[in-house]
């Protein structure tokens, strides 16, 4: 008996510490593949706006030496408005290369190859002073842009598929969390004490290099997508490794078994085009749910809250020069959001995270436009509209924020997901660079009440996820699939019912 027990004792302490070693390495695969990956989309997000008028001051003094000419006020403003806007086209295009890289090199190769383009936007921005030149900036900013395109494909595709299905969605969701942590950092960084001065902003923009670097060192030693080894490559040795690496654990059967159940099920099938998912109606509803939630996550107006952050916080009384802290805030919210969310979604669900969150942000903006509209007139409603503006990130951290990236992962197939990627990160960097550029004009056509168009996204949204998405939370990849089978062959069913059995044996012969 005492054999047995010290057998069992040993067995234990054997699982703990495999246990322990699955820990560490998914936690630092989530780390390596985050602080390279969307970090640097919420990074390269905040770190512009502190050098604003710095720059804009370079650009003017870079053209009098070269014209002996300045430039006129709305000039500076077209290029100011083009270091900006030019940060989602190169968004747009990384997100359209991010499948075929994904395709071609894998998950984690193409995360390293990625920061080859953060590495020239560094080099460029950190030396345009000295150049004295602004074209840099521009040319900085599109190359940071394709940076971010790629990273926030392929990072969710990547960790969604490393991630055992228990925590699929908690260690998908960290790239909303990294995304939130680079937001606030870059804001930090940002401020006039540390890099947000006159003489430093060139070394603010070139600071995105050191994440790069950082993963460029840590994320070779970490395994690649197991699912991609098997599916993709037919690599069968591969894949059981990664998967001993990430699970610390020689009992894979079950989870082996289901990754070859999906590759038996999409067997002889190639790597889809994003054309060939429109054609396809065995996709229909996977697609229609990844257009209307991806749009729908820019069409909100939680970025556009940032804009009147500053003026709301200015009509409280905050004084001018602490507003920089404040704002800190805002992006802090959206962090802490982030992480609770990343906490609970195995718990809630991603369906009911999603419906609360647009819900909320309904609700606070038509608190927010009532605010707006009698700030001048009650004392107080300065105060009620910064409320707003952080229970309006605070709602969209909580579930729209993170859980829309990882959707893609769960409800596509292996050889779809790359192809529904390219189409998620297509739309939601074009309605990025279309809110930036309508909603100036939104806000002087409608002044107070320019958030009615979010509200009208954020009601319709939250309408679509109630009636039309079904749970992902704790199935396998095979289970979804076929749930979403029921939606996109519905109407063929009923039309099956009309049918006498001689043409139903028909139709299958």
Not at 51 to 74: C, D, H, K, S, V
Not at 307 to 312: C, K, N, P, Q
Not at 394 to 412: N, Q, R
Request: with cysteine; aromatic share 12%.
């Amino acid at each position: 008996m005492d054999g047995e027990e010290e057998d069992d004792e040993l067995e234990r302490s054997r699982e703990g510490l495999l246990g322990q070693v699955q820990s560490r390495v998914l936690i630092l695969t989530v780390c390596a593949a985050g602080i390279g990956g969307t970090f640097q989309y919420g990074y390269n997000i905040s770190i512009i706006n502190a050098p604003t008028t710095y720059i804009q001051t370079f650009m003017n003094e870079t053209w009098l030496e070269r014209t002996g000419a300045p430039l006129e006020n709305n000039m500076i403003l077209l290029l100011w408005s083009f270091i900006v806007s030019v940060y989602p086209l190169g968004g747009l295009t990384g997100a359209l290369v991010a499948g075929p890289m994904a395709i071609k090199l894998g998950r984690k190769t193409s995360l390293l190859v990625n920061n080859v383009f953060v590495i020239i936007a560094a080099i460029l921005s950190g030396f345009s002073q000295m150049a004295k030149s602004f074209e840099m900036i521009m040319l900085s900013r599109f190359f940071t842009g394709i940076n971010a395109g790629v990273s926030m494909n392929i990072q969710p595709m990547y960790l969604g598929e490393s991630a055992p299905k228990k925590i699929r969605g908690a260690v998908a969701l960290t790239s909303a969390s990294f995304t939130a942590l680079g937001l606030v950092l870059g804001q930090v960084f940002g401020i006039s004490e540390l890099l947000g001065g006159e003489e430093s902003w060139p070394l603010l923009l070139a600071s995105n290099v050191v994440p790069a670097l950082i993963q460029m060192v840590t994320l070779p030693w970490l395994p690649e997508s197991p699912r991609y080894l098997l599916i993709d490559r037919g690599d069968k040795e591969s894949c059981i490794s990664a998967l001993r690496k990430l699970r610390g654990s020689d009992d894979l059967s079950s989870e082996i078994e289901e990754i070859l159940a999906e590759q038996a099920a999409i067997k002889g099938q190639r790597a889809k085009k994003p054309w060939e998912l429109f054609q396809n109606p065995a996709v229909r509803w996977q697609l229609i749910s990844i257009i209307v939630l991806s749009s729908a996550m820019q069409l909100c107006g939680n970025d556009s809250m940032y804009f009147y952050a500053g003026y709301v916080f200015r009509e409280a009384g905050i004084p001018y020069d602490k507003i920089q802290y404040v704002i800190i805030g805002t992006g802090c919210c959206e962090l802490i959001t982030a992480v609770t969310c990343n906490m609970i979604i195995e718990h809630a669900g991603r369906k009911l995270l999603i419906l609360g969150g647009y819900s909320f942000m309904a609700v606070w903006a038509i608190v927010f436009m009532v605010a707006l509209s009698q700030q001048s007139q009650i004392s107080w409603m300065p105060y009620l509209s910064m409320v707003c503006i952080f229970a309006y990130i605070l709602s969209f951290g909580i579930g729209p924020a993170g859980v829309t990236g990882i959707l893609p992962t769960e409800i596509f197939d292996q050889m779809s997901r790359p192809a529904a990627y390219m189409i998620c990160g297509s739309l939601l960097w074009f309605n990025l660079f279309l809110t930036g550029m309508a909603f100036p004009f939104i806000v002087e056509g409608l002044a107070h009440f320019c958030y009615l168009p979010f509200f009208m996204v954020c009601v319709c949204t939250a309408l679509y996820v109630g009636f039309f998405l079904p749970e992902t939370k704790g199935k396998s990849f095979l289970e979804i699939s076929e749930e979403f089978s029921k939606h996109n062959f519905k109407t063929q069913t009923h039309e099956n019912l009309w049918k006498g059995p001689e043409e139903i044996k028909s139709t299958m012969l």
